[in-house]
């Protein structure tokens, strides 16, 4: 976190609720992001203790969602923010609701691995899925780095790597259901594949927006359905 | 709107903004609700009009968000609200983002009756997308009636339909899967039905947390992450 903005707070009243909330979010995201490593290792080496760590995990994630948004609550109740700090409340509650999103959809992917497991035999797409989740680990990595520096350049090219994972989709879509047509066998498990890449792809979606929740939080700039052109004008890049 | 709650604020300073903020929500909600029907009729009877239709609308849906998460913000800032006020403002943010999201869906729905119709004939599986569209629409309709009153019983059974779509949506799924299996040609057409029935199983789930704002709103209680049973005791029913 920006040292300024840190040592503004040290002598003020609520400096501990913003720091407890600002390390809770990191830990919060630290998890995520090891959740998604883990969802993809167990699907790609089918690993079903590993799939179970990480369904367990989504409960303390979920727990972590609700408390942390009622630390942000008590917070607006009481200390009555504005101008930065009350963004970066709101931030944070919409940071958090994108965090545990993505702990959902990585539970997705590792049911999808245990199911896949039942089934026996890998039905191909796993390339896919692991270039996928390397994409989408590096993203959230990068926008959790840009929320502590309050780094508007990086949350942005958080935001533009989205449009790599969306290609990256589409193109193992159409891989998959090519796959699909010739070996109509293989269309069970394929589309369990495919689903384990479409969670993959909602958590590139919910990792640009937490990109768009730190250009909001740093410039006080919504810029939720802007195009990239469209935010890098905004933002005079 | 509960009486009470708006008599009291008749004489409350931020009166106005308390009820443009309900009336806009209950407006934006009335175009969304209107986006599923639209979207449902735009690919089942293949009507191109009606599809762009809906994704035209969806533009003004996206900035009715932004709008009203401005005024939201506004009043927070500068009216600081506590206890039923608060939750009153922090629901508003999050039913306005489900509906947004539930609108981006009815979009998705419109784009695949537009895709649908370029390639003629229909793969089958319109009954379930008529049906479930029906469904979803039924609920927000009720949630926004739900919020009206500050009516936790209707909210709760809004929750409790969610089951009831994704029901429909597995019963779907396994019928058209049955169905590429057998006609392995119509597999392109049915990988563009099931996504507009997972758009539609997705709305519901917008649609249950719609209702899990309205509970917190009236009762203050934190109901994500709780399955139907631990809501209704959680809320003594």
Known sequence: MDKKYLERH??????????????QILE???????????????????????????IEVENDVDMREVRLDEICTEVLACRQPAAFDLRMILSATRIIRDLEHIGDEAQKVAKMAL?????????????????????????????????????????LAVAKSDKKVDREFKSAMRTIVTHMIDDPKSIKRAMNIL??????????????????????????????????????????N
């Open 10 to 23: 040290i002598s003020n009243s609520f400096d501990t609720e913003i720091k407890t909330i600002i390390s």
């Open 28 to 54: 919060m995201g630290n998890i995520v992001e090891q959740q998604i490593q883990d969802s993809v290792t167990a699907i790609v080496s089918t690993n079903k203790a590993l799939a179970e760590k990480v």
């Open 115 to 155: 199911r896949l497991k039942k089934k026996g035999a890998a039905p191909g797409g796993y390339n896919e899925i692991e270039h996928m989740g390397a994409l989408v680990q590096g993203m959230l990595h990068s926008a959790l780095h840009a929320f502590t520096q309050l780094d508007v350049t990086q949350a």
């Open 195 to 236: 689903s384990a890449l479409r969670s993959l792809e909602r958590m590139g979606n919910h990792n640009r927006n937490i990109a768009e929740h730190i250009i909001y939080l740093v410039k006080g700039l919504d810029v939720r359905h802007s195009s990239i052109k469209e935010m890098e004008s905004k933002l005079g």
